[in-house]
Protein backbone atom coordinates (compact mmCIF):
# COMPACT_ATOMS: atom_id res chain seq x y z
CA UNK A 1 0.00 0.00 0.00
CA UNK A 2 1.31 3.58 -0.92
CA UNK A 3 1.01 5.98 2.11
CA UNK A 4 1.35 10.00 2.08
CA UNK A 5 2.54 11.76 4.68
CA UNK A 6 2.68 15.29 5.59
CA UNK A 7 6.19 15.00 7.54
CA UNK A 8 8.44 17.37 9.14
CA UNK A 9 11.63 16.55 7.38
CA UNK A 10 12.66 14.01 4.38
CA UNK A 11 13.13 10.67 6.44
CA UNK A 12 11.12 7.97 8.08
CA UNK A 13 12.97 8.94 11.07
CA UNK A 14 11.29 12.57 10.72
CA UNK A 15 7.73 13.31 12.49
CA UNK A 16 4.48 13.23 11.39
CA UNK A 17 3.60 17.03 10.83
CA UNK A 18 0.68 18.59 12.39
CA UNK A 19 -1.03 20.61 9.30
CA UNK A 20 -1.01 18.82 6.39
CA UNK A 21 -1.04 21.77 3.85
CA UNK A 22 1.75 23.80 6.07
CA UNK A 23 3.92 20.29 5.92
CA UNK A 24 7.64 21.07 5.24
CA UNK A 25 7.71 17.78 3.28
CA UNK A 26 5.38 15.27 1.87
CA UNK A 27 6.43 11.72 1.67
CA UNK A 28 4.95 9.09 0.00
CA UNK A 29 6.20 5.67 1.18
CA UNK A 30 5.36 2.32 -0.61
CA UNK A 31 5.25 -0.84 1.42
CA UNK A 32 5.48 -3.33 -1.15
CA UNK A 33 8.88 -2.21 -2.75
CA UNK A 34 9.88 -0.23 0.81
CA UNK A 35 10.64 2.61 -1.16
CA UNK A 36 10.40 6.24 0.28
CA UNK A 37 10.19 9.61 -1.78
CA UNK A 38 10.40 13.18 -0.07
CA UNK A 39 9.19 15.87 -1.63
CA UNK A 40 9.89 19.72 -0.20
CA UNK A 41 6.89 22.07 0.49
CA UNK A 42 8.65 25.18 -0.05
CA UNK A 43 5.87 26.77 -1.07
CA UNK A 44 5.60 25.89 -4.97
CA UNK A 45 3.68 22.88 -4.18
CA UNK A 46 -0.01 22.92 -4.18
CA UNK A 47 -1.34 20.48 -1.06
CA UNK A 48 -4.55 19.75 -2.83
CA UNK A 49 -2.71 18.83 -6.32
CA UNK A 50 0.00 16.44 -4.46
CA UNK A 51 -3.39 14.29 -2.72
CA UNK A 52 -5.09 14.20 -6.23
CA UNK A 53 -1.28 13.50 -8.15
CA UNK A 54 -0.39 10.91 -5.10
CA UNK A 55 -3.97 9.58 -4.85
CA UNK A 56 -3.94 8.92 -8.69
CA UNK A 57 -0.78 7.04 -8.92
CA UNK A 58 -1.81 4.79 -5.87
CA UNK A 59 -2.06 6.38 -2.25
CA UNK A 60 -4.91 5.06 -0.55
CA UNK A 61 -3.95 6.47 3.18
CA UNK A 62 -2.60 9.54 3.81
CA UNK A 63 -1.17 10.92 7.13
CA UNK A 64 -1.36 13.81 9.05
CA UNK A 65 -2.18 15.62 12.12
CA UNK A 66 -5.15 18.08 10.79
CA UNK A 67 -6.49 18.71 7.44
CA UNK A 68 -8.65 21.34 5.92
CA UNK A 69 -11.96 21.51 4.62
CA UNK A 70 -10.74 21.51 0.81
CA UNK A 71 -7.73 19.08 1.31
CA UNK A 72 -9.92 16.89 2.74
CA UNK A 73 -13.07 17.37 -0.08
CA UNK A 74 -10.26 15.88 -2.61
CA UNK A 75 -8.61 12.90 -0.32
CA UNK A 76 -12.53 12.13 -0.04
CA UNK A 77 -12.88 12.41 -4.12
CA UNK A 78 -10.34 10.25 -4.42
CA UNK A 79 -11.29 7.45 -1.61
CA UNK A 80 -8.09 8.26 0.35
CA UNK A 81 -8.59 7.16 3.61
CA UNK A 82 -7.09 10.03 6.09
CA UNK A 83 -5.38 8.98 9.08
CA UNK A 84 -4.78 11.47 12.36
CA UNK A 85 -1.92 11.33 14.47
CA UNK A 86 1.47 13.96 14.77
CA UNK A 87 4.71 14.20 17.04
CA UNK A 88 5.35 10.92 16.41
CA UNK A 89 8.28 8.94 13.82
CA UNK A 90 6.40 8.55 10.37
CA UNK A 91 7.83 5.21 9.97
CA UNK A 92 5.70 4.43 13.28
CA UNK A 93 2.83 6.56 11.60
CA UNK A 94 2.72 3.96 9.31
CA UNK A 95 3.08 0.98 11.09
CA UNK A 96 0.17 1.94 12.99
CA UNK A 97 -1.61 3.07 9.89
CA UNK A 98 -0.81 -0.56 8.32
CA UNK A 99 -2.60 -1.97 11.02
CA UNK A 100 -5.55 -0.01 11.64
CA UNK A 101 -4.68 1.54 14.67
CA UNK A 102 -5.01 5.35 13.80
CA UNK A 103 -7.89 7.32 14.21
CA UNK A 104 -9.44 8.31 10.94
CA UNK A 105 -11.34 11.23 10.40
CA UNK A 106 -14.59 11.42 9.00
CA UNK A 107 -14.30 15.24 8.12
CA UNK A 108 -12.00 18.07 8.23
CA UNK A 109 -10.15 18.83 11.14
CA UNK A 110 -9.46 22.44 10.41
CA UNK A 111 -10.93 25.18 9.56
CA UNK A 112 -9.74 28.16 7.44
CA UNK A 113 -11.01 31.68 6.97
CA UNK A 114 -9.15 33.54 4.22
CA UNK A 115 -9.08 37.36 4.69
CA UNK A 116 -9.05 39.88 1.03
CA UNK A 117 -5.58 40.95 0.31
CA UNK A 118 -3.24 38.61 2.06
CA UNK A 119 -2.94 35.14 2.93
CA UNK A 120 -4.02 34.74 6.51
CA UNK A 121 -5.08 31.56 8.02
CA UNK A 122 -7.25 31.00 11.15
CA UNK A 123 -7.24 28.09 12.69
CA UNK A 124 -10.28 27.43 15.13
Known amino acids: MKYLVASEGS ?23 KTLQANANDGSLDPHLVIRDNAKSGVKK ?12 IAERFKV ?16 ASENKLPVTTGPTMHHHHEHGGHMHHES
Open 81 to 96: EICITQGIPVKEAIRL
Open 11 to 33: SLESDVSGHFGRAPFFLVYDDET
Open 62 to 73: MICGGIGPHAYQ
